[in-house]
């Protein structure tokens, strides 16, 4: 199967769908693909969207009952809940015709599933997925999207280069429901809570919020005239995967006791980097970290590279990094930003994803 992207309006994708000579089981399967990927597109605000559709769409001869003990008896081998899974899997709705042929998304693009499950899934309908490649462990990421804040695709743009971040905030939590308020206008694809668990909020194939490089007030306008001519220059949204590592950034000492940014007393663990002292990262976080900087690299064919004057440090000539690939820190693109901070461990990073 090989994709083709297909730019749509809301309201009207069905309409548009049948222009493009797609008859009606394909057409209620795309519809399937619509809402697999941005929600229910009667619920859409209007603008353009992009899904990848397949040149041939499968049609399936199993029912959705099928599909179900299939999700159940893979949750099950992981230890999972089966409902659990299946409200991950998008397909919760397939209980309300469990005798009919399945008509949701191609298997393989149920992207609620890790790339292990919706394999194992296929192997148990018994269809034939492309091999996972070997030697490469898919860490678990737990789907918490759609999001709001994000847009659909990358404006033709490859995926180049992933930027590590901060969130300077509390818990990942926390940071879901500010990413999921329409008002906040960030996100990242992932976020890396405390205890090591990976959420993903955008999907790899379309862009999220995390280093835009904006103007900022403050700043002279020729600084945010230049400002501007970087992000054109390097597209760090479009190209980039941004990674959020839940962690308070910069801590501030009084007496014995280290404050947050806002001010509240701060109880982990600090550490001292450069003039400051920090939050320090977790082990559950550099361990899942490795892991899923290891798999994206694998997965988009990154290679696993600093830029020229290293993952952390500002990089003053844009044109260094307008053609990257390759791993780096917020602070690399935006001197606005100290994230992920004189105290993350980007040696342990390479060395963790290249062992
Ligand atoms: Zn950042």
Not at 40 to 52: A, C, H, R, S
Request: net charge neutral; charged share 25%.
């Amino acid at each position: 199967m090989s994709p083709k992207t297909v730019t749509f309006k809301i309201p009207g994708p069905r309409e548009q769908l049948a222009a493009l000579g797609l008859s009606e089981q394909e057409i209620k399967q795309c519809l399937e693909l619509i809402k697999a990927k941005y929600g229910p597109p009667d619920q859409l605000t209007p603008g353009e969207y992009t899904i990848e559709l397949p040149e041939e769409i499968p049609v399936y001869t199993f029912t959705n009952q099928a599909v179900i003990t299939a999700i159940y008896r893979v949750a099950e081998e992981e230890g999972k809940e089966g409902w659990a899974l299946l409200k991950q899997a998008g397909l919760t709705h397939l209980v309300q015709n469990r005798y009919k042929t399945y008509s949701g998304p191609p298997i393989d693009q149920l992207t609620g599933l890790t790339l292990q499950e919706r394999h194992r899934l296929a192997e148990l309908l018994g269809l034939t997925l492309p091999p996972i490649p070997e030697g490469v462990e898919i860490p678990p990421i737990i789907q918490v999207g759609p999001i709001p804040n994000c847009a659909p695709g990358r404006e033709g743009n490859p995926i180049d280069f992933i930027v590590i971040h901060y969130t300077a905030g509390g818990s990942a939590k926390g940071t879901i429901s500010w990413f999921k308020n329409p008002r906040a206008r960030v996100s990242a694809h992932y976020l890396l809570a405390r205890d090591g668990t990976i959420f993903q909020l955008v999907q790899d194939e379309d862009t999220a919020w995390h280093a835009g490089i904006p103007p900022r007030r403050g700043l002279s306008e020729e600084e945010n005239l230049e400002r501007d001519r970087r992000r054109k220059l390097i597209r760090p949204n479009e190209r980039g995967i941004g990674i959020e590592i839940a962690n308070w950034g910069p801590l501030r000492k009084s007496g014995e006791v280290f404050y947050t940014w806002l001010n509240k007393p701060f109880t982990g663990e600090a550490i001292k980097a450069g003039r400051r002292y920090w939050e320090a990262y977790t082990e559950a976080q550099y361990e899942s970290l490795i892991k899923l900087v290891r798999y994206l690299c694998h997965k988009h064919s990154i290679p696993p590279a600093y830029p020229p004057e290293g993952p952390g440090t500002y990089h003053q000539e844009a044109e260094a990094l307008a053609h990257f690939r390759g791993i780096l820190g917020h602070c690399a693109l935006d001197n606005t930003k100290l994230d992920p901070g004189k105290h993350f461990d980007w040696d342990r990073l390479m060395e963790g994803i290249t062992a």
